[in-house]
């Protein structure tokens, strides 16, 4: 009866995601009942032929939609202020050597930490303390660290990575019989991701690293070992924002020859800084599929595990020279080209959860967000004057318990919508509605909900501007 109704857009989304946290901690207590879950898509929360789901619909209500909000310099200036702020990381900025009670003091805190979850394996098995958290101290091999002080390495990735709160592939989960929101993945990192290199599993098979967004355990094979000088000249020098290219789809395919039928497994995300490589530049001698693809750089490992770059090809329409411009028309084209994008936690599976999502539009302007939904909202700092007339763009809503962050799109027949990205909801019944991918709703979904709607949830809106908090 629930998905046979006209217009889900109101009845969707929102109740599920405080719900989501405080179901969780009532099912570790043993309160909670038997959860229906129901597979709900983006045609069933607004109709799939909608004007609503059409880009061009929103773009059209915008005014000056071509305008510039940020230029280069401007964007440039808010990612340094990102990163002095402390919503972001700069691996280069730790140097050649680094205290070792720092590194010792970040391993205890996330043993700590996991020392608190409730912890199952996918088969329900539960992991009880302090059994478990020994067993992944002595992974990460915290009696190996000897020396006052440690020499940092440095490296480039060589292909997409998980970041990985302790050196393995397991899953742990915090809901029994769960098959998702793996407590162990930290975040996703793309190739060609600068990193500094603190310390060595025991197995010798994952390197701790900092990262932009996070610290966080990456495997060694994925890593090519680079001079911090070389590495610091290479992003600096080599990628120049004003000259690479830059990947504008949500998924884009390289190949390994202009020739090539089919696309190797490994996909770029949008905002990618590519080399084109210059000896190998189409010509007009080229005819069909293989003049349509453009020869890229990217760094992969050589035998002895140091930097080398290898050429590949990737599709001409997939990327722009230099970032694309920031503005309303660009930023929903962007947003848009996620729709119906599976969710995925910490961007496991090529998938983005809500931060993500954002993190990737904002890449393909150069604008460098936070990974962190609670950081984000910082970003977008200027709180909103909640009008119907309020047509101000780009802006967040963020909800708390558990965070959520959603990009708003704008206002239509008296309701606000957005974009994101969404696991799942509940109703007051306690049937669980996966939706599991990128969406637009409105902000009054839920409203049948205790909880309320997304709207009555809303913890902060913000508009993204030069100063941050």
């Known amino acids: 009866m629930f998905l046979a109704a006209k217009k889900l857009s109101t009845l969707v989304i929102v109740f599920a995601l405080s719900y989501l946290l405080a179901y969780a901690e009532a099912a570790e207590r043993g309160e909670a009942g038997e959860v229906k879950k129901i597979l709900v898509k983006q045609k069933e929360i607004i109709d799939n032929q909608s004007k609503l789901l059409d880009s061009n619909f929103w773009i059209a209500r915008k005014k000056d939609a071509h305008k510039t909000i940020l230029d280069a310099p401007a964007i440039a200036a808010l990612n340094k202020k990102i990163v002095r702020s402390g919503y972001l990381l700069n691996p280069l900025n730790l140097g050649k050597r680094v205290s070792s009670k720092l590194v010792v003091g970040y391993l205890k805190s996330d043993l700590n930490l996991m020392y608190r979850y409730i912890k199952y394996d996918l088969l329900g098995k539960r992991y009880r303390d302090p059994e478990f958290s020994n067993h992944l101290a002595e992974l990460i091999d915290l009696a190996g660290i000897k020396k006052k002080t440690i020499q940092v390495k440095y490296g480039l990735t060589i292909r997409n990575v998980n970041v990985r709160f302790f050196p393995t592939h397991k899953t742990y989960v915090r809901k029994k019989a769960s098959d998702h929101f793996d407590i162990m993945q930290k975040t996703h990192l793309g190739w060609n991701s600068p990193v500094a290199i603190l310390h060595v599993s025991k197995d010798k098979k994952w390197y701790l690293v900092e990262t932009i967004y996070v610290r966080g355990w990456v495997e060694k094979k994925a890593i090519a070992l680079m001079e911090f000088e070389t590495l610091k000249d290479y992003h600096q020098h080599y990628l120049p924002s004003k000259n690479n290219l830059i990947t504008t789809q949500a998924k884009n395919f390289i190949y390994a020859s202009k020739e090539a039928p089919t696309p190797l497994r490994e996909i770029l995300a949008m905002g990618t800084r590519l080399k084109l490589d210059e000896k190998m530049k189409a010509t007009k001698a080229n005819e069909g599929k293989a003049a349509k693809r453009l020869p890229v750089l990217l760094p992969k490992k050589s035998a002895s595990g140091g930097f080398i770059l290898?050429?590949?090809?990737?599709?001409?329409?997939?990327?722009?020279?230099?970032?694309?411009?920031?503005?309303?028309?660009?930023?929903?084209?962007?947003?848009?080209?996620?729709?119906?994008?599976?969710?995925?936690?910490?961007?496991?599976?090529?998938?983005?959860?809500?931060?993500?999502?954002?993190?990737?539009?904002?890449?393909?302007?150069?604008?460098?967000?936070?990974?962190?939904?609670?950081?984000?909202?910082?970003?977008?700092?200027?709180?909103?004057?909640?009008?119907?007339k309020n047509h101000h763009f780009p802006q967040i809503a963020f909800l708390s318990s558990p965070n959520h962050i959603m990009l708003f799109l704008g206002s239509y027949q008296a309701r606000d919508y957005y974009i994101h990205s969404l696991w799942s909801f509940y109703d007051q019944q306690n049937n669980e509605f996966e939706v599991k991918s990128v969406i637009v709703s409105d902000s009054e979904l839920g409203h049948k909900s205790h909880l309320g709607s997304l709207e009555q949830r809303m913890r902060h809106k913000g508009k993204l501007n030069k100063a941050i908090n």
């Open 310 to 388: 290898k050429t590949f090809f990737i599709e001409s329409k997939d990327v722009h020279q230099g970032y694309l411009t920031f503005n309303q028309k660009n930023l929903i084209e962007q947003s848009f080209k996620f729709l119906n994008l599976p969710y995925s936690w910490g961007g496991s599976a090529h998938g983005v959860d809500c931060s993500l999502f954002l993190v990737r539009v904002f890449n393909s302007f150069g604008i460098r967000l936070p990974r962190a939904s609670i950081l984000q909202k910082k970003i977008f700092n200027q709180t909103i004057e909640d009008t119907p």
